[in-house]
C-alpha cells in the first residue's frame, strides 16, 4: 500500500537536475540530491569509548539555494514535532538540520546539512533502483564504489523526539539511503575510521526504551579535531620531507659512483 503524500516541493540537483522533496502523511521525509558526508552505509560504527551500540548513519549536505523549499519544509515539520511536545525552541546542535556555515568544515559552507542514523540496517538501492544486499560480495563492493563522501544520493529520513536522561532532542532515524550520481571525493575518497572518530561523537550509552540517538553534538570538540588535523598534517609533511631526504641521498650516491668509474676509466688510459 503507497504511503499517502502530505507536501511535495520540487529542488535542484547538480547540472540542475531535477528532484523532489516530499513529507509523507507518517511523518517520514524523502529528500533527492543530497550530497553524502561521513557515510558508514555498510556496517554500523561506533568508537572505541562508545558506550551506545553501533550504527549505520550518513550526513547529507543540503544546498541552501537549491534546496530552499526542501529546508522550508524540514524545518516546518522540525517545528511542528516541538509544538506537538510542548518544547519552545532547542539549540541547533539538538537539531537533526543544522546550518553548515557554523561547522569546522569547509565542504559544508553553502549547505544545510542532515544527520541521520539507524541501529538497523537501512536498505540501500542503486541509481536505477535495484537493492544493494551489503552480504553479497558484489553489492558490498559496489556499496563502497558508490557511497562515498562527496557522491549524491537521497535520503528516507524518520523524524523523531527524544526526551531522556541525554536530554531533548529532535532527531533523523535513516530509513533507507540511494546512490544517484558520482562527484569529486571529499579528501581521499571513503573516509577513514579516524576521520569518522573526529565527526561522530558518544553521548553515552542507549536507552532500551529509545529507538536510537539520531543526532550529534558539535558543542566543545572542534580543538580537539583541529589539532588531530594538524598531527596528521606534520605526519604527512615530516614524510615528505624524509623522502626528499632519501631521493637527494641516492642522487649523491649515483654522482659519485659515476665518478668513481670516470677515475677508473683515466688510471686505464
Request: one cysteine or more; glycine letters at 8%.
Amino acid at each position: 500500500m503507497a504511503r499517502e503524500i502530505a507536501k511535495e516541493v520540487k529542488i535542484k540537483g547538480p547540472e540542475g537536475k531535477k528532484g523532489v522533496c516530499i513529507l509523507y502523511t507518517d511523518g517520514t521525509i524523502f529528500v533527492e540530491w543530497v550530497r553524502f558526508s561521513y557515510p558508514h552505509l555498510l556496517s554500523p560504527y561506533k568508537r572505541e569509548d562508545d558506550e551506545g551500540k553501533p550504527a549505520f548513519s550518513v550526513i547529507g549536505m543540503l544546498g541552501k539555494d537549491t534546496h530552499a523549499k526542501a529546508i522550508e519544509l524540514i524545518d516546518n515539520e522540525i517545528a511542528r514535532i516541538l509544538r506537538d511536545n510542548k518544547v519552545k525552541k532547542l539549540k541547533q546542535d539538538r537539531l537533526f538540520m543544522r546550518d553548515g556555515d557554523d561547522a569546522e568544515q569547509e565542504e559544508y559552507e553553502g549547505f544545510m546539512t542532515l544527520s541521520a542514523r539507524e541501529q538497523r540496517r537501512p536498505p540501500l538501492r542503486n541509481v536505477d533502483g535495484s537493492k544493494l544486499d551489503p552480504d553479497n560480495k558484489k553489492h558490498a563492493a559496489k556499496i563502497e564504489e558508490l557511497f562515498v563522501g562527496g557522491h549524491w544520493g537521497a535520503l528516507l529520513l524518520r523524524p523523531w523526539y527524544m526526551n531522556n536522561k541525554f536530554g531533548k532532542r529532535v532527531n533523523a532515524g535513516l530509513s533507507s539511503a540511494q546512490f544517484l550520481m558520482k562527484d569529486e571525493t571529499f579528501g581521499q575518497g571513503r573516509l577513514s575510521e579516524e576521520d569518522l572518530d573526529d565527526t561522530f561523537r558518544s553521548h553515552g550509552a542507549v536507552d532500551d526504551d529509545d529507538d536510537d540517538d539520531g543526532g550529534y553534538d558539535d558543542e566543545d570538540d572542534d580543538d580537539d579535531f583541529r589539532r588531530r588535523s594538524k598531527k596528521r598534517k606534520a605526519s604527512r609533511d615530516d614524510d615528505d620531507d624524509d623522502d626528499e631526504d632519501d631521493r637527494r641521498s641516492r642522487k649523491s650516491k649515483k654522482r659519485k659512483s659515476r665518478d668513481d668509474d670516470d677515475d677508473d676509466d683515466d688510471d686505464d688510459i
